[in-house]
């Protein structure tokens, strides 16, 4: 309940206070000394009404009202700050309205205020402006207010559902225009196995060409190999004609026994002319083997160098081939010895 208003400058009053009595307060006077004004500015206060500032006394450049409630005190005051001040908080840029705070401690609305010239209470408002207040004072204007959001949001929703069906129609005509798709998914499908496909083959591939490369060094050995068995038939040869050498060798150095004898025969006494003629031709005869000696050794001497290069290379080539098969004859998969 309302205790006391203090006015400064506004309209008629310079400085004004008004002790309110806790059932009846009678404001009397002559006309134009302000008991209006008193109203205007309780009104002001609690409704933040009227707007502008040609309520400001003239002469002065801010008024202020000060209303105590209670045990706390609301003011209002106007001029270069517009504001309210509640307990010692002040409130500012509030509007057309009044701080939610101050609203709650004035708890007075346009309803509490009848004005001189105004009409009997509710005598003159037709049926929708008494349903109107009745609905202010027991709240049911929120009821109009759910109402009217509701249907606005209904028309909002009805709105939302129309463009979505409409989407929802373009984006069914766009799906028929793309029954292609599915047949470009069995392609693409089709073109992924290839491509496995593809890669499995290129693996092939890789393998076969590993296989040819070996398969060529295997031919490239294998005519190593037959050079060494046509080296090997020659070896058989170079020994046949050692062997016959041998021989022949044997038999000059019996041969050269006899001359060793004949020497020791000649040198003892003197030779019968016919053992010197036998020994001149057994001279001749081992000197024309000798000869052949010197021709069957030579050709045997190039052959045994040559044997033993043959075999070097063969155990070379053997190595090789050991390690190129991995011990395993390629042609008919027996286990290769060493040479």
């Given at each position: 309940m309302i205790q006391k208003i203090q006015i400064k400058n506004y309209q008629t009053h310079s400085k004004f206070q008004l002790n309110l009595d806790p059932h009846i307060t009678t404001i009397v006077g002559p006309s134009d000394v302000g008991k209006s004004a008193v109203i205007r500015a309780l009104r002001w206060v609690c409704l933040n009404r009227p707007l502008g500032n040609h309520f400001i006394k003239d002469g002065t450049e801010s008024c202020a009202v000060r209303v105590l409630?209670?045990?706390?005190?609301?003011?209002?005051?106007?001029?270069?700050?517009?504001?309210?001040?509640?307990?010692?908080?002040?409130?500012?840029?509030?509007?057309?309205?009044?701080?939610s705070p101050v609203e709650n401690v004035l708890n007075i609305g346009d309803i509490n205020f009848q004005g001189q010239h105004d009409s009997s209470f509710w005598f003159a408002l037709s049926a929708g402006d008494v349903a109107r207040q009745l609905n202010k004072i027991i709240d049911l204007d929120i009821i109009d207010k759910s109402m009217g959001f509701i249907a606005s949001e209904l028309r909002r929703n009805k709105t939302l559902v129309e463009v979505t069906e409409n989407k929802t129609k373009q984006t069914k005509d766009k799906l028929d225009t793309l029954d292609f798709v599915e047949e470009l998914t069995d392609d693409f499908d089709g073109i992924c196995a290839l491509e496995e496909k593809l890669d499995l083959i290129t693996k092939e591939i890789s393998g076969l060409k590993s296989v040819v490369d070996k398969t060529k060094?295997?031919?490239?050995?294998?005519?190593?190999?037959?050079?060494?068995?046509?080296?090997?038939?020659?070896?058989?040869?170079?020994?046949?004609?050692?062997?016959?050498?041998?021989?022949?060798?044997?038999?000059?150095?019996?041969?050269?026994?006899?001359?060793?004898?004949?020497?020791?025969?000649?040198?003892?006494?003197?030779?019968?002319?016919?053992?010197?003629?036998?020994?001149?031709?057994?001279?001749?005869?081992?000197?024309?083997?000798?000869?052949d000696l010197r021709k069957t050794v030579s050709p045997i001497a190039h052959h045994m160098n040559q044997i033993h290069m043959h075999k070097a290379k063969a155990k070379e080539l053997s190595d090789k081939l050991l390690t190129i098969t991995k011990g395993i004859c390629p042609i008919c998969g027996n286990e290769l010895k060493e040479i």
């Amino acid at each position: 309940m309302i205790q006391k208003i203090q006015i400064k400058n506004y309209q008629t009053h310079s400085k004004f206070q008004l002790n309110l009595d806790p059932h009846i307060t009678t404001i009397v006077g002559p006309s134009d000394v302000g008991k209006s004004a008193v109203i205007r500015a309780l009104r002001w206060v609690c409704l933040n009404r009227p707007l502008g500032n040609h309520f400001i006394k003239d002469g002065t450049e801010s008024c202020a009202v000060r209303v105590l409630v209670g045990d706390k005190e609301v003011v209002r005051k106007k001029g270069k700050h517009n504001t309210y001040t509640l307990e010692g908080i002040k409130y500012k840029a509030f509007g057309n309205s009044v701080p939610s705070p101050v609203e709650n401690v004035l708890n007075i609305g346009d309803i509490n205020f009848q004005g001189q010239h105004d009409s009997s209470f509710w005598f003159a408002l037709s049926a929708g402006d008494v349903a109107r207040q009745l609905n202010k004072i027991i709240d049911l204007d929120i009821i109009d207010k759910s109402m009217g959001f509701i249907a606005s949001e209904l028309r909002r929703n009805k709105t939302l559902v129309e463009v979505t069906e409409n989407k929802t129609k373009q984006t069914k005509d766009k799906l028929d225009t793309l029954d292609f798709v599915e047949e470009l998914t069995d392609d693409f499908d089709g073109i992924c196995a290839l491509e496995e496909k593809l890669d499995l083959i290129t693996k092939e591939i890789s393998g076969l060409k590993s296989v040819v490369d070996k398969t060529k060094q295997l031919e490239e050995d294998k005519e190593s190999s037959e050079e060494l068995v046509k080296n090997f038939w020659t070896i058989e040869e170079l020994a046949i004609i050692s062997v016959e050498t041998s021989n022949k060798y044997s038999k000059l150095s019996n041969t050269t026994e006899e001359l060793k004898e004949l020497e020791e025969v000649v040198s003892s006494k003197s030779p019968d002319i016919e053992q010197l003629e036998k020994a001149c031709v057994a001279a001749l005869d081992t000197e024309e083997i000798v000869e052949d000696l010197r021709k069957t050794v030579s050709p045997i001497a190039h052959h045994m160098n040559q044997i033993h290069m043959h075999k070097a290379k063969a155990k070379e080539l053997s190595d090789k081939l050991l390690t190129i098969t991995k011990g395993i004859c390629p042609i008919c998969g027996n286990e290769l010895k060493e040479i």
